[in-house]
């Protein structure tokens, strides 16, 4: 029989009988019957807990990572492939800089979102001219991504693990 403490100002200990299905899951040699399903959990274990291990233990990007990363990656492939040609018409090329897109007129869209994503990935990276193929600037864009994400605290979320490219 185990014991648990409520938080309801004073804390008491007091047994907890277990139930009928908890006593039948019970195994022959087992001498103590512990409660599975009539367990009452403390506090402690509906504290939150950071996120951020998880992510970075299973190498996971988060959704606002995501999104920036299927942007830059959809961005590319019609900028290279000239395919769908209605959306190709939708950026523009900078005359001076090849590398980069002159933006539209901000907004939630993703010709807007799209361009400006590339140009701030192109300009915090310094891979101006380097990136030949798709699969150079999927990795690229995979690394920089990454190493924003897991920068600053292990455990807390920083503003700029969603906005930052890094590389190094």
Known sequence: VSTQSRSSGQSKNRPIKPCLKC??????QDTKVVPLRCQHLGQE??????TKPLFRA?????????????????TAKIT???????????????????DLFITPVPSINFTYKGPYLW?????????????NSLSVIKSKLRISI?????????HTWNECNFTDFISY
Do not use: W
């Open 58 to 74: 299973n190498d996971l990007m988060t959704v606002h990572n995501l999104y920036r990363f299927r942007c830059i990656m959809e």
């Open 23 to 28: 006593t039948g899951l019970k195994k022959k």
């Open 119 to 131: 140009n701030k990935f192109i300009g915090h990276t310094n891979l101006r001219g380097k990136l």
């Open 146 to 154: 990454f190493n924003a994400q897991n920068q600053h605290d292990d």
């Open 45 to 50: 274990f509906y504290s939150r807990e950071s």
């Open 80 to 98: 290279r492939n000239h395919v769908p040609i209605s959306m190709y018409g939708l950026f523009k090329r900078s005359d001076r800089k090849t």
